[in-house]
């Protein structure tokens, strides 16, 4: 059993890494390096948000990604940097992307990993300057290497991750990881141009009094959720929506709480997408103590079917989701 690596804060990521590619024997280095490259790409991404109101590119592009909704400037700048990175990288074969309808092929056919990801998740945030995020996973591909990458690559359900994490632009930048050992974050820091390690370890509360969830569609939710929700005023709990899934999860991940995006009439089966949102956030979950479910089921043994499907989102400390599955459960039974 390896054991987990308790680096020292104040470990840069790169030798973070490295240290951890070492805890394994067989280790080729090639996850290690498409870490690198998603950081670079991050870092990359950092400076345009920094200066975006600076550098005209705030605002609507004018373009629409597969699932209808308006493309943001910085929503393209970041597909093009983190396709870019992965490409130039060498060590991905295939990706999928929220901007893009279709998998992207790097060309790098002997590459033996895929990715899923969100480029700038909350990216219509930026106009009015409150945080945003990437998120990522990591899978083997399925396919013969030497091959382009296939669909089968990318519809793989989430317990097959190797990887997945986040990167938050907020008061800080912070890059939060786990390859399946525990969760870790990085935070950046800009005039050396490099991430170092500040949240060793992340564990997520079993319990918590914060919940996370858009009330403005409260007439349309599943009736034993306007229960949980009830109950959770009745607690004078804290109601806390930032309107960026990256940073709604990680406050609950530091402070405990939970984050719900249910089915509504708008969105019915959920808003959020499972191949590269909730299964990078529900894999993090899970390796920080927490648990994530559509509700009913666990997140991670979902079977995806399409690239850009979508799924409800019940998120956070194992108690507070626990309970509001309960509150689902016992009021599906009455009606
Ligand atoms: P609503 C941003 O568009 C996003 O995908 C998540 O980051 C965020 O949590 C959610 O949608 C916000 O959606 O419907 O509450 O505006």
Known sequence: ??????????????????????????????????????????????????????????????????????????????????????????????????????????????AKYIVTMDPLDGSSNIDVNVVVGTIFSIYRRRSPIGRPPTKED????????????YVLYGSSTMLVYSTGYGVNGFTYEPSLGEYFLSHPDMKCNDDGNIFSINEGGYKTFPEGLKEYIEMCKEREYSARYIGSLVGDFHRNLLKGGIYIYPSTSKYKKGKLRLLYECNALAFLAEQSGGVATNGYQRILELKPTE?????PLYVGSKKMVEEAMKCLKQYEKVT
């Open 1 to 110: 059993m390896i054991d987990k690596l308790t680096a020292s804060v104040g470990t840069a990521l790169d030798r973070f890494i490295q240290q951890k590619q070492e805890q394994f024997p067989y280790a080729t280095g090639e996850l290690s390096q498409l870490l690198r490259d998603i950081a670079l790409a991050s870092k990359i991404i950092n400076r345009e948000i920094n200066r975006a109101g600076l550098a005209g590119i705030e605002g609507g592009a004018g373009s629409s990604n597969v699932q209808g909704e308006a493309q943001q400037k910085l929503d393209m700048i970041a597909d093009v940097r983190f396709t870019r990175a992965l490409s130039k990288g060498g060590e991905t074969c295939g990706i999928v992307s929220e901007e893009m309808d279709d998998i992207i092929d790097t060309g790098n056919h002997h």
């Open 154 to 165: 990318m519809l793989q359900q989430g317990t097959e991750q190797i990887a997945a994490g």
């Open 307 to 311: 690239l850009h499907e979508r799924t």
